[in-house]
Each structure stands twice: as structure tokens, then as C-alpha cells.
Nanobody
Framework: QVQLVESGGGLVQAGGSLRLSCAAS????????MGWFRQAPGKERDFVAT????????YYADSVKGRFTISRDNAKNTVYLQMNSLKPEDTAVYYC???????????????????WGQGTQVTVSS
């Protein structure tokens, strides 16, 4: 069982930066691949980024490649999403998720993840 709590969202101007954190409880964090997804109003939930259990490999959606960086600290049971050069189209609720059973790599679809956080709002003003 893994419980996830996101933080770090907020309001930022276009071109600015934010760092999201996702704190996990439970012993399986270090053995789970982790992902970030986002959902804008009226839209489906979209994949953003994922990282392997060791942190050795990452994968990004084309829309955020070069601007966002996913990382993790297994000693702190935390995964991060550093977001730079933010754009108004990045506005969404951001969710972290854990793939405890390592079904596939990279996990691009929500159903490939077992546990989800409650989400944190990111709003980018133009």
C-alpha cells in the first residue's frame, strides 16, 4: 500500500518555475516506478513524466520535454517534478502516481498505475 501527497502547486507567471513534490508513505515506494500526470478543465488526464524505481531512467511527454525534470529521492520517499519555462497551457491539476507492479516501461497510461495522490493545482498566467 502506498499513500501519495502532492504539494508545491500554485500560481505563476508564464516563463516562471515551480517544483512539485510527492511524498509517499509505505514500504513499496523504492520498488515502484513513479509518474506525473495532469488534467486541465474539461480535458482528459494526460501523461507528463515517469521515472524508474532506481531513478536511472526517465521519460517525458513531448509537450514538456526540455522544460520539466522528474527526479526522486528514495531515502526521503519523495518524487519531484521541476517545471521551468512554464506556459499557460501547463495549467492543470497535477497528480503523482505509483506503479507498484512495474507492468511496463514507460508507463504512459493511467491504468498502469496503482496508487494516486489527490492532486495539486498549477496555474500559469499569461
Amino acid at each position: 500500500q502506498v499513500q501519495l501527497v502532492e504539494s508545491g502547486g500554485g500560481l505563476v507567471q508564464a516563463g516562471g518555475s515551480l517544483r512539485l513534490s510527492c511524498a509517499a508513505s509505505g514500504r513499496t515506494f523504492s520498488s515502484a516506478a513513479m509518474g506525473w500526470f495532469r488534467q486541465a478543465p474539461g480535458k482528459e488526464r494526460d501523461f507528463v513524466a515517469t521515472i524508474t524505481k532506481s531513478g536511472g531512467s526517465t521519460y517525458y511527454a513531448d509537450s514538456v520535454k526540455g522544460r520539466f525534470t522528474i527526479s526522486r529521492d528514495n531515502a526521503k520517499n519523495t518524487v519531484y517534478l521541476q517545471m521551468n519555462s512554464l506556459k499557460p497551457e501547463d495549467t492543470a491539476v497535477y497528480y503523482c502516481a505509483a506503479d507498484a507492479f512495474l507492468r511496463t516501461w514507460p508507463g504512459l497510461r493511467g491504468y498502469e498505475y496503482d496508487y494516486w495522490g489527490q492532486g495539486t493545482q498549477v496555474t500559469v498566467s499569461s
